[in-house]
């Protein structure tokens, strides 16, 4: 084997190290992020059973609001009953204008 083989290795090498040793602080930053969200999110489940007080009657009222609210239909109309309607708006339009 030739040295001038061996330099090109070696710096190969040291520059992937180097890379490496740079991605590690980013990787172990992001690591610890998201296990500490795990943990949060687990702590403030257990907590939540022993805090909970709940108001029987604002909830049965919010029940009530969402699940007995009036809705108002669309009503969709087929193309002969809208060709109707708009043949009797310009009748009536000609009409008022005289044709």
């Not at 180097?18 to 992001?30: H, N, R, S, T, W």
């Not at 002969?80 to 708009?86: A, H, K």
């Amino acid at each position: 084997m030739s040295m001038k083989a061996l330099n090109k290795i070696d710096k190969f090498y040291v520059l992937l190290l180097v890379i490496l040793v740079l991605l590690m602080g980013p990787v172990i930053y992001a690591a610890k992020s998201i296990f500490s969200a795990f943990f949060t999110a687990y702590d403030v489940d257990t907590n939540v059973g022993k805090q909970l007080r709940l108001e029987k009657m604002k909830l049965d009222e919010a029940v009530e609001w969402v699940y007995d609210k009036d809705v108002d239909l669309i009503v969709v109309k087929d193309s002969q009953e809208v060709q109707d309607i708009e043949e009797n708006a310009n009748n009536e339009t000609n009409e008022e204008q005289g044709i």
